[in-house]
């Protein structure tokens, strides 16, 4: 299995600065076939399901504000929320969808401070 | 547009059988690339994924949990159940259907259901 380890577990950032979030997987999700990588990165807030915020690791899904931005590469990869709003306070999980298992993050809670 | 519903008991008791539909709209399970699962989420703790089944009938289990799951679809139902026999306490979570999109599009779960939550408990 996959294992995605994220970091930090949580952090407080104040209104209007940048928030960086960081996922590790345990092998390479980028395939050779089409050079994507297979990582996508979801909000969660309390009471609702996940919503899918960033997919192939930088495309903004459907409504998504461009302060939200994903990066990186094979292994390595970060969600960055460029100037936090109250409404972004949520917990953050990156998912691998290159093998089954599916597997995701620990998640990371944003908070403001 | 595409909505996914979860339905099922909400309270289920040590080692009984644990049966929930997916009932879903604004898509077909028979189009190419398209699948559906089901992600649980233990309180306040991190998501975990459980099951696929894909347009062709493919099915993908959670290897940890695949001696206990049965996943299957009802396309002219619009419906997927997930089957997970002998529950446990460390089971109680809140169980999600999602809408899996192919790979010209995300290629993973882009909607999702509200979640029901199941509580295992004597």
């Known amino acids: 299995d996959i294992v995605m380890t994220q970091s930090p577990e949580s952090l407080a950032v104040s209104l209007g600065d940048r928030a960086t979030i960081n996922c590790k997987s345990s092998q390479s999700v980028v395939y050779s076939s089409d050079n994507k990588n297979y990582l996508a990165w979801y909000q969660q807030k309390p009471g609702q399901p996940p919503k899918l915020l960033i997919y192939w690791a930088s495309t903004r899904g459907s409504g998504v504000p461009d302060r939200f931005s994903g990066s990186g590469s094979g292994t390595d990869f970060t969600l960055t929320i460029s100037s936090l709003q109250a409404e972004d306070v949520a917990v953050y999980y990156c998912?691998?969808?290159?093998?089954?298992?599916?597997?995701f993050g620990q998640g990371t809670k944003v908070e403001i401070k | 547009q595409i909505t996914l519903k979860e339905s099922g008991p909400t309270l289920v008791k040590p080692t009984q059988t644990l049966t929930l539909t997916c009932t879903f709209s604004g898509f077909s399970l028979s189009t190419t690339g398209v699948g559906v699962g089901w992600i649980r989420q233990p309180p306040g703790k991190a998501l975990e994924w459980l099951a696929l089944?894909?347009?062709?009938?493919?099915?993908r289990y959670s290897p940890f949990l695949k001696s206990r799951l049965t996943i299957t679809k009802d396309t002219s139902k619009n419906q997927v159940v997930l089957i997970m026999t002998n529950m446990d306490p460390v089971d109680t979570a809140t169980y999600y259907c999602?809408?899996?999109?192919?790979?010209?599009?995300?290629?993973?779960?882009?909607?999702w259901g509200q979640g029901t939550l199941v509580t295992v408990s004597s």
């Open positions: 998912q691998q969808y290159y093998s089954t298992p599916w597997t």
């Open positions: 089944i894909y347009w062709n009938g493919d099915e």
């Open positions: 999602a809408h899996r999109s192919g790979l010209a599009a995300t290629g993973t779960f882009d909607y």
